[in-house]
Structures are given as C-alpha cells and as structure tokens.
C-alpha cells in the first residue's frame, strides 16, 4: 500500500479516536443542569445530550467499541506495514541497516503511540473538559446515531456488562446526585474563583443550614423580648411604648411567663386617633404558638399562613421561651442588620482577629474558624452558649480559653449573657 494511502488512514484513524474520547469524556463531566439550561434556552443538541448523559449505557457501549476497534486497525496499517516503508532508506545505512526492520518497528510504534496520545487521547480530552456541555450538546446527535445503528451491539456489551457487576454486588445509590456537602464545596469554589460574591456565598449556606436549625436557635429570646405588664398603671406602659424602638409587644400577666397576647403599637395609636380610649385589652391579639423543636423552616412557613406573622415560643413543659417573626428567619439568612459583619475578621499584623456577638449563631462560627466538632454539640446554639460548654460555668468578663486553634477572650458581658467575644489564632499575640 502506499505510504501516503497508509498515513491518511492512520491520521484518519487517530482523529476518529479522538473524537470518540472527546464525546465520552464531555458526556461524562457535563453538568446536568447546564444541559437543561440549554435545552431551555433552545441550543441545538442539548436535549439529546442530556438524555446520553442521563442513560450512559446508551453511548458507552458504542463509544468503547469504536475505541478498541480503532486501536485494532490503528495497530494493523501502523504496524509491520508502515514499519517496511520506515525501514527501506535505513537498510542502505551503514550503521543501522543490519538493524534497519526492529529499528524501524521500534520508531513506527514510538511515534504512532505518541501521536494517538496526543491528538487521540489528550487534546480532545482537555478539549472536552474546558467546554463539556458545548461539546456535548455538538457531539451528541451523532453519538445518538451511531448508538441507534449499533443496537444489537449495544446491546450485547450492557448485558455482559451488568452480568459481570451482579458479582460486585448491587449498584447502590446513585453516585450522580449532589450532596450538601458536594454543594457547599461548589459553593466555596465559585468564591473562589469570583463567580459568587463572597456576600452570596454565606447567604447560600445560611440557606441550607436553616433546614437543621431548630426554632430556638434563631428566635428572639425571653431575655430579649420587650414585654409589657397589663397590670402596671397606665403611664408606665405608655413609657414603655414610647422608650421602646418595636413595634410589636409581648402582653405578660405580672410577669413574662404568664403570657396573654401581643400588641402593636400601631393598634394602640389607631385607637387614639379615633378618639378611643387607651385600652391595651382592646388591641390584644392572640399569637400562634409554636414548639421549640420545630426546625427554622418550618416555623416560617407557618408564619406565612399567619396574618399576624408572629409567633411565641414554647418548651415541652408550656413554657414561654422567646418569640419569632419573619424578620428573623432573615436575618437568619442575611445576617444581623445592625451588625456590621459579625463574622467579618480584621488582620492585624497578619493574623486575622475576630470580635464576634455572643449571640452569634454557632454553625456560622464552627464553619468559618474551621472548628472541630463542639462539645455537647446541638444543645446551644450562640458562641455563648459554646462557651458555656467550654468552661462548664456561666462565663465572666476576662474568661479566656483555647479551643480548636483559636482563642476565645470575653470581652463584655451584658448581666449573665455574653456581650463580645475577641477571637483570635492561638499563639498569635
């Protein structure tokens, strides 16, 4: 055969494998959801593409067997064949022609491995992993086809296949769908690389760690609560509603855990105005009531059915414990609004210190100082009640101790609760 004729089949050959590992590694690595975005937005092949990359043992089969038999043919035109027309000028060599056909064996299989790996194997396969679902959705409809002529093989090669796995035992879960903690990585590698602000991405995993917090860890607590006495006289709860910046009040019988409604304050004015009288009884609404156990998720959605939109708090004995609204399920999920970051560090000499709230959510601490796992974990839920656990006594101004890394400094305290914590990496001072 001629050389010419020979090395156009084989360059022929070489670009088919190619093409086949290109199409089954951008089937393979394209995202599911990029491919149904696509096919939304109308792009041709992305459909399709979706479906292979959904069924695998659709594509496969066929995609390896044009693999191997390329590989075959590749070692037929590429082998003794184009070995004989290497070796003919180094016969006339002196010092190479006794050795001219295993010389000229040995270049025609270096040379033909290194241009199929190359061309064949490791160009198309960066190619597929720059651009997965573009060429995926490019590559797909004639991988479709070449699949549907190819049937009986197909066919033939998944059975085999499947036969051959029962010995590994059953398949198991579907490795395909994303974990949370798959989904919080892509999370910090889209910060990382700057296609989520830094913003969104805390949002986003305030989001998903919502499902897990119970009500109690993101309500208002008693302590908290601005609450009004229905038996004190009349000029003291107009001081309260006057001093006070809510504009929603707890209603306490004498005292915070005999509760019998709440008022706004707006329902108050709006009486005045009309030239009623000041009537706290009269402006009383009766609030839903939920248990502490409840997950954050939970109780919003049963603060979206409520036309009051507030909630009090209960424990297991009936006990009032806090109350909860809308707004703080935001923050929740956006962070204190009157807290200029309370997880926002300052470097000071290259190390990076923290002053933290104590009523700062645990999780949020445990994630962004990289904590271990937290002693009696899930029974707090603030940097306060961390430690608390930490120092197996209710904290004092001046407490210091060192746990995970870091260490925890109390700054101030606001009566028995932790006002400010100084956070910093241990050895750094």
């Not at 396969?125 to 060429?135: D, G, T």
């Not at 208002?220 to 000029?235: G, H, M, N, Q, S």
Request: hydrophobic residues 50%; negative net charge; proline residues 6%.
């Amino acid at each position: 055969m001629h050389l010419v004729l020979q090395l156009s089949i084989l360059t022929v050959l070489i670009l088919l494998n190619g093409a086949f590992a290109l199409s089954e590694l951008a089937l393979v690595s394209a995202r599911r959801a990029m491919l149904t975005l696509m096919e939304r937005h109308g792009v041709r092949g992305a459909a399709r593409a979706r479906a292979l990359a959904d069924h695998p043992q659709r594509f496969l089969p066929a995609s390896q067997f044009g693999i191997t038999l390329i590989g075959i043919l590749i070692g037929v035109f590429g082998g003794q064949q184009l070995a004989h027309e290497v070796a003919r000028p180094l016969v006339h060599l002196p010092l190479v022609g006794p050795y001219a056909e295993p010389l000229s064996l040995f270049m025609t299989v270096l040379i033909i491995t290194f241009l199929t790996l190359v061309f064949g194997e490791l160009v198309p396969k960066q190619l597929a992993l720059r651009h997965p679902e573009r060429v995926a959705a490019v590559i797909a409809p004639p991988l479709a086809i070449l699949g549907q002529a190819m049937t009986p093989v197909v066919w033939l090669l998944g059975r085999t296949t499947t036969l051959v796995l029962l010995a590994f035992g059953p398949a198991g879960e579907d490795r395909r769908a994303m974990s949370e903690e798959e989904l919080k990585a892509m999370l910090v590698e889209g910060a990382e690389t700057g296609v989520l602000e830094t913003e969104e991405r805390d949002i986003i995993e305030r989001v998903l760690r919502l499902a897990d917090k119970p009500v109690r860890a993101i309500m208002t607590p008693r302590t908290e609560v601005a609450w009004i006495d229905r038996t004190a006289p009349r000029a003291a709860i107009i001081a309260t509603l006057r001093a006070a910046p809510h504009s929603r009040f707890v209603v306490c019988d004498g005292a915070i855990d005999n509760v019998t409604g709440i008022v706004q304050a707006k329902d108050i004015l709006d009486r005045v105005l009309d030239g009623k009288d000041f009537s706290l009884a009269a402006a009383l609404r009766q609030p839903m009531a939920i248990p502490d156990s409840v997950s954050a998720l939970e109780a919003l959605e049963r603060l979206k059915a409520d036309t009051l939109g507030i909630a009090i708090v209960l424990d297991e004995y009936g006990s009032f414990e806090g109350m909860i609204t809308a707004a703080d399920v935001l923050e929740a999920i956006v962070g204190d609004a009157e807290d200029s970051g309370p997880l926002e560090g300052t470097a000071v000499g290259g190390e990076e210190i923290f002053e933290l709230d104590g009523m700062t959510p645990v999780d949020e601490t445990k994630a962004r100082l990289n904590l271990p796992s937290l002693p009696s974990e899930g029974t707090y839920h603030t940097l306060g009640g961390l430690l608390l656990a930490l120092l197996q006594r209710p904290p004092r101004k001046g407490d210091m101790i060192v746990f995970g890394g870091w260490k925890f400094d109390v700054m101030e305290m606001d009566g028995r609760r932790v006002e400010r914590v100084r956070v910093v990496r241990d050895g750094a001072d």
